[in-house]
């Protein structure tokens, strides 16, 4: 089992800890009704989340299904993909988003779509985009949304309980209601640790589909370069444009809100300023101790994705092994 999978299971097993710890505290205190109320209304909203956010996803970011003689040479590397993959044939879409970016959506594995912006069409090579491609196969693969989607009910139920005890609660005796008010702090407490967990576990997410692209055959020099193109490319874009898409970027292969920060580090790598990142440039990378300022770490750990400059580091490990 690799550090990324161990890291996985340890949140994961910290989060139904937590769940269970919380519930068998306040359980007894609020009523086991209480809470199987708002276990069910996270599930209720859970459900229909699942349910609408492919077509909510949709229309906010104007996908287009394509077919293979409208984008044969896309079609065939996303057909490639998935067969290496063993998962059924993903749908392929465009958005005429003018970032530079790919995202994977869908219910399972089974109902896979992955699209790329026309942006990103622009601006990557073949091999780039189909290490892109491969990223997001491995999202679907790896039911990464249904994971992120069960994870985040956890949150999802302390939310719901701190709101509940902090404004909602009847409780007539002054002690009591002080009590309850203690509790439903320390449920919103927990309600902020469990999100930094689940956001934590996305952010391994994202380094397993990495992982997973290269595992798919891709070269970690046309990944990492992809994700420097990607990144120079979203640094250039306007404001408002990088705006439209805030709500989204968790689905994005990296967040664009932060390619002006990123695109400074990433510049260091690139030693002959050629735009991409050769394997020598990689493998020189795989030697030298990242260091994050404190701001920059704090901003990952609010953060979906990995900080960029690390992602690329993490290739650089893996094209050392090929």
């Known amino acids: 089992m690799n550090t990324l999978q161990v890291k996985m299971n340890i949140v994961i097993i910290l989060l139904f800890a937590l769940i269970y710890a919380i519930v068998s505290g306040i359980g007894g205190y609020i009523g086991i009704h209480n809470f199987y109320f708002y276990l069910l209304l996270a599930l209720f909203i859970m459900a229909i989340q699942y349910l609408t956010a492919p077509k909510i996803i949709e229309w906010?970011?104007?996908?287009?299904y394509v077919t293979k003689s409208?984008?044969?040479k896309l079609y065939t590397m996303v057909e490639e993909l998935a067969q290496k993959a063993n998962i059924p044939m993903p749908r392929v879409a465009i958005s005429h988003l003018p970032i530079p970016n790919a995202f994977a959506f869908g219910r399972g594995p089974n109902d896979g779509r992955v699209c790329v912006t026309t942006g990103l069409l622009e601006l990557l090579t073949e091999e780039e985009l189909k290490?892109?491609?491969g990223?997001?196969?491995t999202h679907i693969k790896n039911k990464d949304v249904l994971t992120i989607m069960l994870l985040s009910l956890i949150p999802m139920i302390m939310y719901r309980l701190a709101w509940h005890l902090l404004f909602y609660s009847n409780r007539r005796d002054r002690g009591e209601q002080t009590n309850t008010a203690l509790i439903g702090l320390l449920a919103f407490i927990f309600y902020f640790i469990t999100n930094l967990l689940v956001l934590y576990a996305s952010r391994i997410r994202e380094y397993f589909a990495d992982q997973g692209s290269i595992e798919l055959g891709n070269s970690p020099t046309a990944l990492a370069t992809a994700l420097y193109k990607i990144t120079y490319g979203a640094a250039r874009m306007e404001k408002h444009a990088i705006?439209?898409?805030e709500g989204f970027k968790a689905f994005f292969i990296n967040d664009p809100s932060?390619?002006?920060?990123?695109?400074?580090e990433l510049s260091e790598i690139d030693l002959d300023r050629s735009g991409t990142i050769d394997r020598d440039e990689l493998l020189a990378l795989k030697n030298k101790n990242i260091q994050l300022t404190f701001a920059d770490k704090m901003l990952e750990l609010l953060s979906t994705h990995p900080n960029t400059l690390k992602r690329i580091k993490r290739l650089s490990e893996l094209a050392h092994q090929l």
């Open 60 to 64: 906010s970011m104007g996908v287009h």
């Open 70 to 72: 409208q984008y044969p």
């Open 131 to 133: 290490a892109v491609l």
């Open 135 to 137: 990223h997001e196969i």
């Open 243 to 245: 705006k439209e898409a």
């Open 258 to 264: 932060q390619a002006q920060k990123d695109i400074r």
